[in-house]
């Protein structure tokens, strides 16, 4: 793995295991340290087997006025007002190897998956002082970075984000509810079966396009000390609705995620973020 795509994965994996990351005032220009945490996640959505991950990797902050890294994800901001944000942002899916799920045994691994794509971010509402209400819509290319890149997909994750900190934003909060849509190619990579997989337990099966799943996800974090951060997340998907629902890959109706994990600063810049972290 070289260098740029060890930075990538790292800040990718941060946002998507510590959802919340509490804003200060007044903020750096960049951070960087090191998280770890472990997770207990489904294979891949629907399956039946879970997998445990722990890692332990750098991570970076940046809050360019263009090119950002925090809290909200990997991207490069486009447009932002006071109501509207519009950026390019990142998403990473680790790999499953199908010698570890008898559903896909004997079928090839699904690989490292990195989407990336324009989000236009809403904010609809601050309820009070320290709360905000807002809408995410993110559109994504999936790569699969596997023997090479391939092009997997399209995907759009409409999702109802909530945040809230205390007065002294040593702990936020994030819950959310929003839903999972994908092409006909991304569907049948993670549930199509091609004929020549086929068995008598796993029939052949062309995936088609459409609903993939609904997602409720509630994360938090609290600051231990000036350097020391706390992280969890839990969360639960829903798979009764999807369009492949069918398909003999998707072995369960409910999957739920969760995890745990700290981060630690080591260095921050003198020179100040010229917005706020939002």
Do not use: C
């Amino acid at each position: 793995m070289n260098i740029a795509r060890t930075w990538l994965t790292a800040s990718a994996l941060f946002a998507a295991l510590a959802p919340a990351r509490a804003a200060e005032a007044p903020l750096p220009l960049w951070e960087a340290g090191m998280f770890g945490g472990t997770a207990v996640t489904p294979a891949y959505p629907g399956a039946s087997e879970r997998s445990t991950r722990s890692l332990a990797l750098p991570y970076l902050i940046y809050r360019g006025k263009v090119l950002r890294a925090d809290r909200s994800g990997v991207g490069a901001r486009l447009f932002n007002t006071d109501r509207l944000d519009f950026d390019i942002g990142f998403a990473l899916s680790l790999p499953a190897r199908s010698s570890d799920v008898p559903a896909r045994r004997g079928m090839p691994d699904l690989g490292t998956l990195v989407e990336f794509g324009p989000r236009l971010k809403i904010k609809l509402a601050e309820p009070t002082q320290h709360s905000r209400l807002g809408l995410e819509l993110p559109l994504r290319a999936v790569i699969e970075a596997r023997g090479g890149l391939r092009r997997q997909g399209t995907t759009f994750e409409p999702r109802l984000l909530y945040r809230l900190n205390d007065d002294g934003q040593a702990w936020h909060v994030d819950a959310s509810l929003g839903a999972v849509l994908g092409n006909a190619a991304i569907n049948d990579y993670l549930y199509g079966v091609n004929p020549a997989f086929a068995t008598s337990q796993r029939p052949a099966y062309a995936a088609k396009s459409g609903l993939m799943l609904t997602r409720l996800g509630l994360g938090g974090s609290y600051r231990l000390q000036r350097d020391w951060r706390a992280f969890a997340f839990l969360r639960y998907d829903n798979y009764s609705g999807a369009a492949n629902r069918a398909s003999p890959l998707l072995r369960q109706n409910s999957g739920t995620s969760a995890g745990i994990g700290l981060m630690w600063t080591w260095r921050r810049s003198d020179s100040l973020a010229r917005g706020p972290d939002d």
